[in-house]
């Protein structure tokens, strides 16, 4: 998994005119996630929060 730091870079060469497959041997994954990457337009996905509510809730007293 990409972390900020690897979104970012990948931005960065790309924007420099680095290929696919050059970046994705820099960075260490393959040409799909680098392509991947770049699709969804350099953005860092955001994690979800992870509070749910419990399933015992309803029995709790």
Request: some cysteine; overall charge positive.
């Amino acid at each position: 998994m990409l972390n900020r730091e690897d979104w970012l870079m990948i931005g960065e060469m790309r924007e420099k005119g680095g290929c696919l497959r050059e970046i994705a041997e820099r960075i260490g994954v393959s040409e799909r996630t680098v392509g991947r990457a770049l699709k969804q337009g350099g953005a860092v996905p955001k994690r979800r929060a992870g509070a749910r509510p419990s399933k015992l809730g309803p029995y709790k007293a």
